[in-house]
């Protein structure tokens, strides 16, 4: 499976947008670039997903370059509750996700 | 309503003595994963069934094993806790090339 390589924290004033960056060079065609973030404790929350397009939700933006390389996920407008680790995952049809070691974002008041 | 449940939330148990983590899915997806993860680490594929076939990680150890009865219900099983095997146990679900959804974890303390 593809690695990923995420800054290992970030940090991010409050009503600002948080842009976490992924670079996943060895993805391949059929692989799927996932966003999960881990809010202490808790189990992994499912954030955003996308193959090679754009991808936007209630949560957050999933932007990929044209090549596929790198990816960033971009919370428009973070707030205290954002406060989590963010980890990148490629994944193919082979259903396993192999987690890099995430960046974890800090959202200052 | 909560989709994947793990019970229970917090596990306590005694060096060397058999514990087994449950997990449960009203999803009805095919594909059950366990997760190992450690303090301040990402979580760690142990192993998955799709349907009732288990894949098994390489680097799973032997402790480790796992059941799954029918389609809602997965256990985890750790024949011989050692103190190294502490640690949040996440349980996930997932359909064929859809996302995975996870549980709450068990956080396991051997004393």
């Known amino acids: 499976d593809a690695k990923t390589t995420q800054p290992p924290s970030m940090d991010c004033a409050e009503g600002r947008a948080a842009n976490l960056p992924c670079n996943h060079s060895?993805?391949?065609?059929?692989?799927?670039v996932y966003w999960y973030r881990q809010i202490h404790s808790q189990g992994p929350q499912y954030i955003i997903h996308?193959?090679?397009n754009n991808e936007t939700n209630e949560m957050a933006s999933l932007i990929i370059t044209e090549d596929r390389k790198s990816s960033t996920l971009i919370l428009p407008h973070a707030t205290l509750r954002d406060t989590a680790v963010y980890y990148c995952?490629?994944?193919?049809?082979?259903?396993?996700?192999?987690f890099g070691t995430g960046t974890r974002l800090k959202v200052l008041a | 309503d909560a989709m994947v449940i793990q019970n229970p939330r917090y596990q306590v148990t005694q060096f060397g003595k058999p514990v087994t983590l449950s997990c449960s899915q009203t999803?009805?997806?095919?594909?059950m994963y366990w997760y190992q993860q450690k303090s301040s680490q990402a979580p760690k594929l142990l192993f998955h069934?799709?349907?009732?076939?288990?894949?098994n990680e390489a680097d799973t150890p032997d402790n480790f094993q796992s059941r799954r009865p029918n389609t809602s219900f997965c256990f985890l099983d750790i024949r011989s806790p050692g103190l190294g095997d502490a640690a949040m146990y996440l349980c996930?679900?997932?359909?064929?090339?859809?996302?995975?959804?996870f549980g709450p974890g068990t956080r396991l303390l051997v004393l």
């Open positions: 995952i490629v994944s193919s049809a082979a259903y396993k996700y192999i």
């Open positions: 999803l009805n997806h095919n594909v």
């Open positions: 996930a679900t997932a359909s064929p090339q859809e996302t995975q959804y």
């Open positions: 060895t993805i391949s065609g059929n692989e799927y």
């Open positions: 069934y799709y349907d009732k076939d288990f894949n």
């Open positions: 996308g193959l090679k």
